[in-house]
Each structure stands twice: as C-alpha cells, then as structure tokens.
C-alpha cells in the first residue's frame, strides 16, 4: 500500500473506519464512500488555518472511534452494515502552490469515483471545489452533475488578489469549463456584502439558482430545498454537495476563514444535508472551510464531523430503501415503548 497519511498528525481515519490508499483500487472494492483529506488552505483570502481541517473532522467527537455510528432516528450505521466506508488518508498539497495542489486532487477524486466510490473530500479552503466536482465530472460527464452548494458567498469571483484561483472563485472556474451547467448550480445561504453587482451581473448570465438566507427566511428551508432538487434531477443524472461551513451563522461555526452574522443554524445545516442525501443521487461530497484555529470550544470541528455523519447517514438510509419515498422525520415515537426499529410489514405510529 502506498498511502500517503496524513499531512500534520498521527494517522487516524474518520472515526476508526478501516484505512485504504487511493492509488490502490483493491483496498476500497465493494465500497460505499471514500474519504480524502485535501489540507489545503493556499488559496484563503482572509484568515488561514483550514489545513488543519481534516484531521478535527476525522476525530472531533466523545464517542469512542470504533467504526461504528448506529443513527439513533434513522435506524442506521452508516460506518458499518448499512454502508461501506473507508478512509484513505490526506492527498499531498502543498499550500504555496495553488495549481499542482489542485492537479492532484483532481486526478484522485476522478480515481476514486472512476473505481466506483462515492468521492467525500474533507478540506480545505474552497479552492478545492473546483478539483473536487471537475473529478467527479470527468467520470459522471462534463455538465451531467448538479452542484448543491452552501455558503454565504457565492464564490464566483473571477479574478482576486491578481490569481485565477482562490476560494473565493471555484464556482466560476467549475462553470467556465463546462464541467457544472451555471444553470445547474444551486446556492443556498448567500448573504451579506460579496460579491458585488459586476459578479451578480455574470451570475445571473449563467443562470445559476442562489438562494440568499433572506429567501430560505421568507419561504422556509424545506420549502426552498424543493425547489433546488427540482432543478438538480432536471436533465443531471446526480449531484455533487459542497459544505463551506461558514453558511452557518458564526455562533454555530466560529473556527472558519471569513464568517457572516445571519447564517443557518446547525440544525437546519444538518437537516437539508440529511434531506439531500436521502433524496437524491448524491456522487460527490466535500465539506470546507472549517479552520481550528479560529475555532472555540471545537464547536465548529464537532459540526463539521456531524455534517459527514449526517450525509453518510442519508446515504445509508437511501441504499435501504431504493429510490422509494424518503424516511420521514414526523415518525411518532410509540409513546411508551420507547422508540424500536421499524420491522418490515409492521406499522408504527398506529
Ligand atoms: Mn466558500
């Protein structure tokens, strides 16, 4: 095996699931997802530190790193059982070089989903989403793929402190070459001061979907998440989900790069997460922007490791069921039996 480890810190994996090494397609047949640390922080245009994002992702949690992870509400073990998972370590990036750092996420995420893995890449600034989704791309089909992203910013920057690429100009780069329609960009969280007219003029060009917060206040999360996978499954064949953490309002994930007062709450950061990976083709995943450094009280490290569990969780719900409806959230509990995994051919809540 010629894995590569972790760039800072021991090697341990996402909550003590088995290692792989992603050069190496036999150590991850038959499995579901493939977690990848991308430690790149290079392309941060205010506070660093998102390097060292992937190794609080991986062990940010008081239960202990066995593997396992049984979904109290959702009747599944995302880890082990219902889903296959393993870790294979973080990519070599080195943060002074934005164009090689972004070379070699791209050929490892195209690897791995060319080997049949669902491709979950830990960052990171947001500079590697474009890597991230291009690699997807090129095993899905150059426009095939939806992209779901959260953040305050939009960030289609086009050119910034004098670079092409940035985290604040992924989207742009993703659109431009074709590997995600502008119409098939679904945004949800913007707020706040940037980018400016110029950038919403081009935006709007492209025909890309931005649900400010002021939207997702007005008409409810739920209501707006409809309308997004709406437009994702029209003429795409799946999607490919970016976390920037810093959608979140700042009291709920403080540790990151550049924070906007008037996010969503984690709660409902989780929630559409879980909605999004029940409800549809979910083939690629990166969360970003979390960055211990600003962190407090690892409120921002736990959120992130959560936003994993969530999503794999909605994964593993999804396998079980097939394309059927989705796992509802109003299940009533049985009122004095506790809550009990619901058996095939019994009702519940009667
Ligand atoms: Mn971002």
């Known amino acids: 095996m010629t894995r590569y480890g972790p760039m800072f810190g021991p090697d341990y994996t996402f909550l003590g699931v088995p290692a792989c090494d992603w050069q190496t397609p036999a150590t991850y047949a038959d499995t579901d997802v493939v977690i990848v640390g991308a430690p790149f922080d290079g392309g941060t245009s205010h506070r660093p530190g998102a390097r060292f994002g992937p190794q609080v992702i991986r062990g940010t949690d008081y ?15 995302a880890l082990t059982g219902d889903l296959t998972v393993k870790d294979a370590g973080d990519l070599e990036v080195f943060s002074g070089e934005i164009q090689r750092s972004c070379t070699v996420i791209e050929d490892a995420v195209a690897f791995i989903s060319a080997n049949g893995a669902i491709p979950l890449i830990l960052g990171g600034d947001h500079t590697i989403t474009w890597p991230d989704a291009t690699g997807v791309s090129r095993t899905h089909g150059k426009g095939r793929i939806a992209l779901i992203h959260f953040d305050a910013h939009a960030d289609t920057g086009d050119i910034e402190f ?68 709406e437009i994702a499954m029209d003429d795409c064949d799946g999607v490919f989900l970016s976390v920037d953490i810093d959608v979140c309002d700042p009291g709920h994930a403080p540790g990151t790069g550049t924070p906007e007062p008037g996010g969503l709450t984690a709660r409902q950061l989780l929630d559409a997460v879980s909605r999004i990976c029940q409800e549809l083709p979910v083939v690629g995943m990166d969360i970003v922007e979390v960055s211990p450094p600003f962190d407090h009280a690892e409120i921002t490290a736990m959120l992130g490791n959560r936003v994993v569990l969530e999503a794999l969780s909605g994964i593993a719900r999804r396998r079980k069921d097939g394309d059927g409806p989705r796992w509802k959230r109003s299940t009533p509990l049985l009122e004095g039996r506790g809550t009990r995994p619901e058996q095939p051919g019994q009702s519940v809540g009667e």
Do not use: C, K
Request: aromatic share 8%; no cysteine; charged share 25%.
């Open 63 to 77: 239960l202990p790193h066995d593997g396992s992870r049984p979904h109290m509400a959702m009747r599944v073990d």
């Open 162 to 229: 004098g670079s092409l690429y940035g985290h604040g100009q992924p989207m742009r780069r993703l659109i431009e070459s074709g590997a995600v329609r502008g119409d098939r960009f679904l945004q949800l969280g913007l707020r706040g001061y940037w980018p400016g007219p110029e950038t919403l003029d081009w935006m709007a060009d492209q025909r890309m979907n931005s649900f400010h917060m002021s939207e997702i206040v007005e008409r409810g999360l739920d209501a707006v998440l409809d309308s997004a996978f």
